[in-house]
């Protein structure tokens, strides 16, 4: 696989998140930077007050809300959110902080074209609070994991972890705040080697200019 050249247009993506969207404003300063080929095609949220709406409506990127309060079923909610996603006629679906378990339906219509960023080394320390489960196990170490989306909560292949210590005297914050700095370096590093055509998803294994990773 070759990397994209200059004149290759960006790639087109959608976001999704729940919260504040700071993982959605470091890829939109990467791209006001020049570093990252992607265009921002729409952020959609679950939630109303997500701020990660505003940072969208200043960057003048589309929002679409559709909160999932309104649905009588997963499948309902995920079969709206999939009718608004494909109308914006995205190549990748980026998982910003969205906080919801998606149904199979969902994940097998975007499957290989869909990533999520998790604060843990994946296998270890699924779901929520994860520096809370870190503290309490006793672990040297932190950090994220970028992987595929699939059925598994959090169990899709991964395609960059990145590591930091755990210090003495840390609690949650400090090590959120250590972590999230370093999800604002990896997430728009990843989507942009999807930019350049460097990455593939071969069954369950990912390969990085056609070597695994």
């Given at each position: 696989m070759?990397?994209?050249?200059a004149?290759?247009?960006?790639l087109p993506?959608?976001?999704?998140?729940?919260g504040?969207?700071?993982?959605l404003q470091a890829i939109?300063?990467?791209?006001?930077?020049?570093k990252?080929?992607a265009?921002?095609?729409?952020v959609i949220?679950?939630?109303?007050?997500?701020?990660g709406?505003k940072?969208?409506?200043?960057a003048?990127?589309p929002?679409?809300?559709?909160e999932?309060?309104?649905f009588?079923?997963?499948e309902?909610?995920?079969t709206r959110?999939?009718?608004?996603i494909?109308?914006?006629q995205?190549?990748l679906?980026?998982?910003?902080g969205?906080?919801?378990?998606l149904s199979?339906?969902f994940?097998?219509?975007?499957?290989?074209?869909m990533?999520?960023?998790?604060p843990?080394l994946?296998?270890?320390h699924?779901?929520l609070h994860t520096?809370?489960q870190v503290?309490e196990?006793?672990?040297s170490?932190?950090?994220?994991?970028?992987h595929?989306?699939?059925p598994?909560l959090d169990g899709?292949p991964?395609?960059?972890?990145t590591?930091?210590p755990?210090?003495?005297?840390d609690n949650?914050?400090?090590?959120s705040s250590r972590?999230l700095?370093?999800?604002?370096?990896?997430?728009?590093?990843?989507?942009q080697?999807?930019a350049?055509?460097?990455l593939q998803?071969?069954?369950?294994?990912v390969?990085l200019d056609?070597k695994?990773i």
């Open positions: 070759k990397p994209a050249t004149t290759s247009r960006p993506i959608v976001v999704l998140l729940s504040s969207g700071s993982n939109i300063d990467r791209i006001a930077e020049g990252l080929s265009e921002i095609k729409a949220s679950n939630k109303a007050d997500a701020y709406l940072r969208a409506t200043k003048k990127i929002t679409e809300l559709i999932h309060s309104q009588d079923s997963r309902s909610f995920d959110l999939i009718q608004t494909d109308k914006y995205p190549e679906i980026v998982l910003a969205f906080m919801r378990i199979d339906q994940v097998a219509h975007y499957y290989g074209r990533i999520n960023i998790h843990s994946l296998p270890r699924r779901g520096h809370r503290l196990a006793g672990d170490e932190h950090g994220l994991s970028i595929y989306v699939s598994e899709g991964v395609i960059l972890q590591r930091v755990v210090l003495a005297g949650e914050n400090t090590l972590v700095t370093q999800e604002h370096q990896s997430y728009p590093k990843v989507i080697w999807i350049e055509n460097r998803l071969s069954g369950n294994q390969l056609g695994p």
